[in-house]
């Protein structure tokens, strides 16, 4: 068995997440107290109480995910559990990074803090919208992205599974493209609830900020392989890993290609860490022969200790 631990973001956020580990692991509680410290407001509490539309709001939501993570994936240390390769979709990809020893707890929030309120600023700078086309070939989106274009910007952001994949762009274009991957065959075209057009070149000024904000954080080589989101591939390098994550802003997350990579490394379980159970469902379908496991909540967590111990 080689394990891969793998990290969500946005999209899996919700009310009470990350409040189990607190209550189970002191060392876990003590990660949500330090996070509190931080980012400067009760950021425990919007996790564990909501409501929904404060926690979903982009400056909120990307470091309350990698605090909830951070507490979820102490659990797992303290078992024993170690894993052989990392992962993180978008935002989860911090989480990743820090699993992984590249980013100490301190320097993750730090970033995933700056990162949230720069996309909610490049968000409100430049308004776009994002749509999961449901039930057509990433290859076909892309086409239809093309041809919805008309001047304006729409192409695809996350190809987060053979039948699934985010577009993002301008909100005309975005809608066009919709239309089209309908006619197409497409399965449905839902409009994501997000204020802007991430992992496209209008939230760019965002990756500025994150261009200066890992210049000047402490990065270190990961303690295993790590798959990075915008090009699919191991890096160790820190400076590869700073350039790949100001590149992650405007790119798309090459999740199918990420999960293919860590296959073709031998991976065959993997391990959600924290909020949700979203990247499970992707990898069922990337790699259908694959063990996954989750801990979004005690009963989770427990059967996924449970399952790995018994290997």
Known sequence: MKIAFV???????????????HERELDSAALFKRADSLVGHDLSRLCF?????????????????????AATL?????AGIQADAYAGHSLGEYSALYAA?????????????????AFAQAAAARPGAMAAILGLDAQKVAEV??????????????????????????????????????????KRALPLPVSGAFHSPLVAPAAD?????????????????????VDAKALRDPDEIRDSLVRQVTGAVRWV?????????????????GSGKVLSGLIRRI?????????????????????????
Not at 10 to 15: D, I, L, P
Not at 161 to 184: F, L, W, Y
Not at 302 to 307: D, E, R
Request: aromatic letters at 4%; charged letters at 20%.
């Open 49 to 69: 109480e909501g409501p929904i539309e404060e926690l979903s709001k982009t400056n909120n939501t990307q470091p309350a995910l990698a605090v909830s993570s």
């Open 74 to 78: 102490e659990i797992l240390r303290k």
């Open 209 to 229: 900020t994150m261009k200066a904000a890992l210049a000047a954080a402490a990065v270190k080589a990961p303690s295993a392989l790590f798959i990075n989101n």
């Open 145 to 186: 992205c093309a041809a919805a274009s008309q001047g304006e910007l729409v192409a695809p952001a996350n190809y987060n599974d053979p039948s699934q994949t985010v577009i993002s762009g301008e909100k005309d274009a975005v809608a066009r493209a919709c239309e089209g991957a309908k006619g197409a065959g497409a």
């Open 7 to 21: 990290f969500p973001g946005q999209g899996s956020q919700a009310v009470g997440m990350g409040k189990d580990a």
């Open 101 to 117: 020893g590249t980013l100490d707890f301190d320097t993750l929030m730090r970033l995933v803090k700056t990162r949230g309120d």
């Open 257 to 273: 290609e990420s999960i293919q990579a860590l296959t073709a490394a031998g991976i065959d379980t993997y391990v959600e860490i």
């Open 287 to 311: 790699h259908k022969d694959a063990v996954v496991h989750t801990t979004e909540n005690n009963n989770a967590i427990n059967a996924t200790l449970i399952a790995l111990a018994s290997k």
